[in-house]
């Protein structure tokens, strides 16, 4: 959930692809490399990250690193991020299997962003790379997720409800993109 001082706490909206989502997100991935070198990757995730996708105006980022108890959750907090206390933000299911990770807020007042602490190689990891590179390469697919967003957030305003509807067709969408990944031979690619 966000933080009182987040746009989303009011109420969800989708908006039609930014360009400057790129650039922004190359900047932060940035930021975070410099804030966390002991980080084995940076990657701009989610619908954000996708071109011509539609999303929420937040920036999703994924850190991967090999020591989850390690220091990156104390060093964000150090540079004003605010962990996210949410059950759903401290672990999730990718395929199948539990994955721990932590979610961070931006300081308070900062571009609107989730920064997700991911474990190395977790299946959570590939989940979310895959996500980004199934829309990516599919835009037919994109598209069609892209107008379900948008109808959604203008029926369903909470966060917490929309993230609720949103999951089973998000995992519809990605047996189709694991399906994709097979035939393609995909495999997640370095930061």
């Not at 692809?17 to 410099?34: K, N, T, V």
């Not at 980004?132 to 909470?158: C, E, H, N």
Request: glycine share 8%; with cysteine; hydrophobic share 40%.
């Amino acid at each position: 959930m966000p933080f009182p001082d987040e746009p989303l706490s009011q109420r969800v909206e989708v908006v039609p692809y930014r360009a400057a989502w790129a650039d922004e997100g190359a900047s932060l991935a940035g930021r975070l490399r410099e804030m966390l070198p002991g980080a084995l990757s940076v990657h701009h995730i989610g619908s954000t990250s996708v071109p011509g996708l539609a999303a929420k105006d937040c920036l999703d980022m994924m850190v991967q690193v090999h020591d989850f108890g390690g220091d990156a959750a104390a060093v964000l907090e150090h540079h004003g991020y605010r962990r996210r206390p949410e059950p759903w933000n401290l672990q999730e299911v990718s395929f199948g299997t539990a994955c721990r990770k932590q979610v961070f807020a931006p300081p308070a007042g900062g571009r609107p962003c989730n920064i997700h602490v991911r474990e190395h190689g977790g299946p959570n990891v590939r989940y979310a790379l895959l996500f980004r590179d199934y829309l990516t390469a599919d835009t037919q697919a994109a598209g069609a997720w892209g107008r379900f967003k948008i109808r959604l957030a203008q029926s369903v305003t909470d966060l917490a409800d929309y993230g609720q509807i949103k999951a089973p067709a998000q995992e519809i969408l990605m047996e189709s993109a694991l399906r994709w990944a097979r035939d393609q031979g995909w495999r997640p690619q370095p930061s």
